[in-house]
């Protein structure tokens, strides 16, 4: 079945840019997210990218695609102190126009130090 | 954008209660509405996916006369907790579907059994 992994944590100084890593498994995947989630809080939608692309920028935030080694980064210049929460990466294929189910990985705890 | 709305936020109950958790699109028609679990600390766990008008389909592990699900309409999906323990503690989260609006994530519901 379809695996999506990430590294657990990740801690940076304020000011500083952060990369998150994600791997996944699912050569068919269609659509690949960037998902931020706050302490008790939903999901919300940060970014995402189609999988004929190598790279989608978006002020701070910049994603890249490996799609040969299925690797996917999200890269977020100047890091500040808001930016401390879960970052869950997740693919997706599209099937005839119908949903998906999406597939998260273990999510990365982003620590942003003063 | 589109917006999920899911209710209540929070939630606690007596063991051997029933606990229903609603889940509406705002401004938009749902094609499909997914439902998460969620452990702390941990990744989000698919329970089940509904499509307006039809049977949910649950996941393997996930016991569908204790998680009931209702999918009447494309704006509301409704998730009930049937004679809740408090192994059935946990932060519920939904999302809902459509071509073209993508993934939209309700902010959850922390469901406390006592």
């Known amino acids: 079945g379809e695996d999506v992994e990430q590294s657990l944590f990740l801690s940076v100084r304020e000011g500083d840019s952060s990369v998150i890593n994600c791997t996944y498994t699912?050569?068919?995947?269609?659509?690949l997210y960037w998902y931020k989630q706050e302490p008790g809080a939903g999901l919300q939608l940060l970014t995402y990218?189609?999988?004929?692309?190598d790279m989608k920028q978006d002020q701070r935030l910049t994603v890249l695609l490996n799609k040969k080694d299925k690797h996917l980064s999200l890269r977020i210049a100047d890091t500040q102190t808001g930016d401390s929460a879960i970052y869950f990466c997740a693919e997706s294929a599209l099937s005839s126009g119908s949903a998906r189910q999406l597939t998260f990985g273990s999510g990365t705890q982003l620590t942003v130090l003063p | 954008g589109a917006v999920v709305s899911q209710h209540p936020s929070r939630v606690i109950c007596k063991s051997g209660t029933s606990v229903k958790i609603e889940c509406r699109s705002l401004d938009f028609q749902a094609t499909t509405m997914f439902w998460y679990r969620q452990f702390p600390k941990k990744s989000l766990m698919l329970m089940a996916t509904s499509n307006e008008g039809s049977k949910a389909t649950y996941e393997q592990g996930v016991e569908k006369d204790k998680f009931l699900i209702n999918h009447a309409s494309l704006t509301l999906s409704t998730l009930t907790v049937t004679s809740a323990h408090p192994e059935d503690s946990s932060f519920y989260i939904c999302?809902?579907?459509?071509?073209?609006?993508?993934?939209?994530f309700g902010s959850g519901t922390r469901l406390t059994v006592v």
């Open positions: 999302s809902a579907w459509r071509l073209f609006y993508g993934y939209t």
């Open positions: 990218i189609f999988s004929n692309m």
């Open positions: 699912d050569s068919s995947s269609t659509y």
